[in-house]
């Protein structure tokens, strides 16, 4: 029986090609436009939780200033060589490494420009916790040892030749604010121009040559075994206040979990993403108007049809399911040439972003989930708009649907 | 004639009320989408134009080398501005005026609650003051400006004084700025864009004298009306080398025209407002297709009918003109809807946000050639739209035609 009405639905699509094509056009540009944007917002938030669990969980960052975002660099004199010694000794902290920031004038053969420089520390132990932190591998050469001064460790796209016009390699020279370092070591691509293009010297002779002193802009600490996250997070926070001599609610600077981060980057993320999804939704709504309107022309049509089911004994309910499988048909056969166009559109703007603004995290996800809900949604969103027409069919009276026409 | 065309078309329309409704409602959706967001976007330039139009194509802006993320990361960058740079930019031949005001992060102490916002110090000489107001960043909304050779005086942005605290400051209080004591003589008026609403403002002597500060973040200098600017700024590049002892290229400063800097701005602005509108405009292009698909189902109602007219001597351009200007008044009225929402869509946002975020920067804006331009674009989309169908039925064969059912 079912399956009769099924047959009776795609008869009835078929027969009408052009307008059943052109309903569905409708509905596969929402879809696909929809499909895009979701698979490309989900493997962004899933690249960016990977490398956050590169990083690990046991993490904390402790940074100047009241807010979640502001600029590395851009507060200096918060933190100090001394606040880090006091983190280390807050229980349930392993160890912990300072960072400082700072956009300096770097040159290579002639050419001359302004690039981040980033201080990191060379002690062991400090320089492995950094290491892990941000996911740096040598790809050539070697890391920064304690004994280092006027070394530099490149990321992959400045040895690329990205950022000078020309190819750097080990034991060159790159001046920067006109003091010459040898570069020792070449790092494997991060996946982004930002830390690709960034240099990194050891921390102590950053704080010399660009007279910082004591200042750290950034701390990292790992907490150990088991300890939890939170606690340490105040204990430190209580350490540096009592350091500082300041009031809880008075403090220039934040100690930020791992998990805090993850959900901080991802409210930003799910806004955008919301927005520019709902945008594209409102495309849907209008192919949605189509199919109400196309199958509104379809039960005018078809008025002594109905009648003529009717005549022979069909229930309401059986012109009503007719009906709205042969919506729901409509826009499910919109929403899997929506998804298919979709996968094409998601893939194209993957390429397109790796091969032009070299951004590895910008790759769609595309789950069977996602593919699924899109064709159920697809086909709901059929049936919903076929309902008036399909109950106006269904509550014809068969004398009057008989005798039109 | 054409008015007869027209009296066809409409009378058409009416005769499939509830369709052309639908086909409509595709249109309207999309437009008004699309004039929400491109009355919000232009409303955004507008502010920010309004903000910095004061400016004018003869103010120039030095900032320190790699001070790339505004005035206020000035600690960021490796180069340095000096006191002497200021008299160096004065004694340039074109220069009509100069100044370079100190920037920094500070402490506020208010009521014993601590908070920490950005200071700018200006010289507090009645020309200073000009061109600062000339820039529309110093209008006083309560109290006055910062008498000259006064030491203990601050004005706070508009949002310092009535959201940061608790309590909202008045003129007459007294603050703390990094533990010195000031008196508040004034508090700004709220400008359009919050970038000065979280800003306080002393002396430029006194954040000298009291905060050892004395190297300014940045220079502005504004170009006599008889000189032509970017012949002043070669000659400030050259001077400011030789201040500094560098060679061309190796510049440790950047030198802007002001106006440029806003360029650059806007367009970014721009491209994210070309990004979102194009999301949009997918509903438009569905709309369309939903004209294609009510016009095609219209022909074919509406074969004898054509036949009838062809026998009694309507030429094919005429069947053509009628069925164009039937699809393109769907487009237009549709247009027409849209445009209402769209505007109201734009009207209610700015006040959401107005209240939400208690900022002006989001105004919609609607001017003339958006109305006019959106009215003829939805009737150029409709007539477009509907150019298929219409060469289908201006090209049946009479008899044909006629003979159909």
Not at chain 2, 198 to 213: N, Q, Y
Not at chain 2, 257 to 266: Q, R
């Amino acid at each position: 029986m079912f399956f009769d009405f099924f047959l009776i639905a795609c008869r009835n699509i078929s027969r009408r090609r052009l307008r059943s094509w052109l309903t569905m056009v409708g509905i596969f540009i929402g879809i696909a436009a929809v499909f895009t944007l979701v698979s490309l917002g989900n493997g962004f938030e899933k690249a960016l939780i990977d490398e956050f669990e590169k990083m690990g969980t046991d993490k904390l960052f402790v940074q100047p200033g009241k807010g979640f975002f502001s600029t590395p660099g851009s507060l200096k004199n918060v933190l100090s060589d001394y606040d880090l010694e006091l983190i280390k000794k807050v229980k349930g902290v392993e160890t912990a490494a300072g960072m400082n920031y700072k956009i300096a004038r770097i040159e290579f053969k002639d050419i001359s420009k302004y690039s981040w420089v980033i201080g990191i520390s060379t002690d062991p132990e400090e320089k492995k916790l950094l290491f892990e932190m941000q996911n740096f591998k040598v790809a050539k050469g070697r890391e920064l040892e304690s004994s280092d001064k006027y070394k530099i460790l490149i990321g992959a796209q400045i040895a690329k030749g990205l950022t000078f016009d020309k190819e750097v390699d080990l034991r060159n020279t790159i001046k920067i604010d006109g003091i010459d370092f040898k570069v020792v070591g070449i790092l494997e691509s991060m996946g982004n121009p930002q830390d690709d293009q960034t240099m990194y010297i050891p921390l102590e002779t950053e704080k010399e040559i660009f007279g910082e002193g004591e200042n750290l802009d950034y701390i990292m600490a790992k907490t150990s075994f088991n300890a939890d996250q939170d606690r340490v997070a105040a204990d430190i926070m209580k350490t540096l206040r009592r350091e500082k001599g300041v009031r809880e609610g008075d403090e220039n600077f934040n100690v930020q979990t791992s998990a805090q981060l993850i959900e901080s980057f991802n409210t930003v993320l799910n806004i955008v993403t919301v927005a520019l999804i709902g945008i594209a939704a409102i495309s849907i709504v209008v192919g949605a108007v189509g199919i109400t309107n196309t199958m509104y022309t379809a039960v005018l049509e078809r008025t002594g049809e109905i009648g003529i089911m009717k005549a022979i004994g069909a229930k309401n309910s059986d012109i009503l399911t007719i009906f709205l499988i042969e919506s729901g048909i409509l826009g499910m056969m919109g929403g899997l040439i929506g998804v298919l166009i979709g996968v094409g559109i998601g893939k194209l703007v993957e390429v397109i972003v790796k091969t032009a603004l070299l951004i590895d995290y910008i790759t769609p996800e595309i789950t069977v989930g996602l593919i699924l809900g899109s064709l159920a949604f697809a086909f709901v969103i059929g049936a919903v708009s076929g309902t008036m027409p399909a109950r106006q069919a269904s509550k014809m009276h068969p004398v009057n649907a008989l005798r039109s026409k | 004639m054409i008015k007869d065309y027209f009296k066809v078309a409409i009378k058409n329309i009416f005769n499939r009320k509830l369709r052309s409704w639908l086909t409509m409602i595709g249109i309207f959706i999309g437009i008004a989408a699309v004039v929400a967001l491109i009355s919000l976007g232009s409303g955004m330039q507008k502010a920010i134009t309004s903000q910095f139009g004061k400016i004018g194509a003869n103010r120039i802006s030095i900032s320190p080398g790699g001070a790339i993320a505004g005035p206020l990361s000035e600690n960021l960058g490796s180069g340095i501005l000096y006191s002497s740079d200021v008299e160096a930019v004065r004694n340039v031949k074109g220069v009509e005026f100069a100044t370079g005001p100190i920037a920094a992060y500070v402490e506020l102490e208010f009521n014993k609650e601590i908070e920490y916002v950005a200071l700018m110090a200006f010289d507090d000489d009645t020309k200073t003051l000009r061109y600062m107001e000339e820039m529309g960043l110093a209008e006083v909304e309560y109290g006055r400006q910062i008498k000259t050779g006064a030491t203990r005086e601050v004005i706070l942005g508009n949002r310092i004084a009535n959201d940061l605290f608790d309590k909202p400051i008045q003129v007459g209080n007294s603050i703390y700025v990094d533990n010195y004591k000031f008196n508040v003589v004034g508090i700004q008026k709220k400008s359009d864009s919050s970038m000065f609403d979280t800003v306080i403002r002393i002396s430029k002597k006194t954040a000298e004298d009291l905060f050892e500060r004395e190297n300014p973040s940045n220079i502005f200098a504004k170009v006599d009306d008889n000189y032509e600017p970017t012949e002043v700024l070669g000659k400030l590049e050259k001077a400011l080398r030789k201040e500094h002892n560098v060679d061309e290229g190796e510049e440790d400063f950047t030198i802007e025209i002001a106006a440029d800097v806003i360029e650059s701005f806007t367009r970014i602005l721009t491209t994210v407002q070309i990004l979102v509108i194009s999301i949009a405009a997918i509903s438009i292009v569905v709309g369309a297709v939903g004209i294609t698909n009510t016009m095609y189902t219209a022909v074919l109602e509406r074969t004898g009918e054509i036949g009838i007219m062809k026998a009694i001597g309507a030429r094919n351009s005429d069947i053509l003109t009628i069925f164009l200007i039937e699809s393109g008044m769907l487009g237009l009225v549709g247009g027409l809807i849209g445009i209402f929402i769209g505007v109201g869509i734009g009207k209610a946002v700015e006040v959401i946000a107005k209240a939400a975020m208690n900022s002006n920067i989001l105004q919609a804006h609607f001017p003339w050639y958006l109305i006019l331009g959106s009215l003829l674009f939805s009737f150029l989309l409709g007539a477009i739209a509907g150019t298929m169908p219409a060469k289908q039925a201006s090209k049946m064969n009479p008899i044909d035609a006629l003979r159909y059912e």
